[in-house]
């Protein structure tokens, strides 16, 4: 892979390849809840409604029609398995500027999980749900509008949403479980949230296209 790609995804990429090469398979497929195959030596990954294949020990991550997942994708699936803690979720939740270092990376996170949440669902509440409710989210008491939505195994986000008005704008949000980071350092649970968002930022209009 080219070390040209955006932002040395491929180096990191390298590096969580061989940190997963290291990783004892049968203990991750505990800690990770996600099945290992010794026949095919494959993990099977379900993240944001889809589902992934990581091959051990090589670390390749393919979607379910084997083909080759996105830089950020594949990243965040090798360092999920290969961090995973087995720690349950606990049901209390944290901002993100709470994780680990969580205020050095909050402007990217904004940028790339908060601003696109309510510019695409501030004003569509209704297709806010839907696709939350495509991803297994489960309703939740925060904002006007929020839901539990499982996006890896042991990983759940709360996306928060409150309606704008004509006094005040619609904002968001988006919490994360006290143990987020023994799964996932801080810069990821960026990456993480973005990739949720956009998520249903598609099946927002994949879902009014069917109707």
């Known amino acids: 892979m080219s070390e040209r790609s955006p932002y040395n995804m491929a180096k990191t990429l390298e590096i969580a390849q061989k940190t997963f090469a290291k990783c004892d398979p049968n203990l991750v497929a ?13 993990f099977t990954v379900s993240y944001l409604g889809q589902t992934y294949y990581v091959s051990f020990p090589e670390g390749i991550v393919t979607n379910s029609d084997y083909q080759g997942a996105d830089y950020i994708t594949a990243i965040l699936l090798l360092h999920y398995l290969s961090g995973a ?21 909050v402007g990217p996170f904004h940028k790339r999980a908060i601003n696109p949440l ?15 409710k495509h991803l297994g ?17 042991r990983i759940p986000l709360v996306l928060v949403l409150w309606q704008g008005d004509d006094e005040f704008p619609a904002t968001g949000n988006i919490l994360f479980d006290q143990h987020a980071n023994t799964y996932l350092h801080t ?25």
């Open 137 to 153: 989210g489960i309703a939740t008491t925060f904002g006007d509008y929020s839901y539990v939505i499982p996006v890896l195994p």
């Open 187 to 211: 810069e990821d649970y960026a990456h993480l949230a973005s990739q949720t968002v956009y998520t249903m930022l598609r099946l927002k209009h994949s879902l009014s296209a069917d109707k």
């Open 85 to 105: 803690s087995g720690v349950e979720s606990s049901d209390t939740w944290i901002s993100f500027k709470e994780l680990q270092s969580g205020s050095i990376y």
């Open 30 to 42: 505990q800690l990770s809840k996600c099945p290992y195959a010794e026949k095919t030596n494959k």
């Open 118 to 132: 309510v510019k695409g669902f501030g004003t569509d509440p209704a297709a806010f749900c839907q696709a939350a």
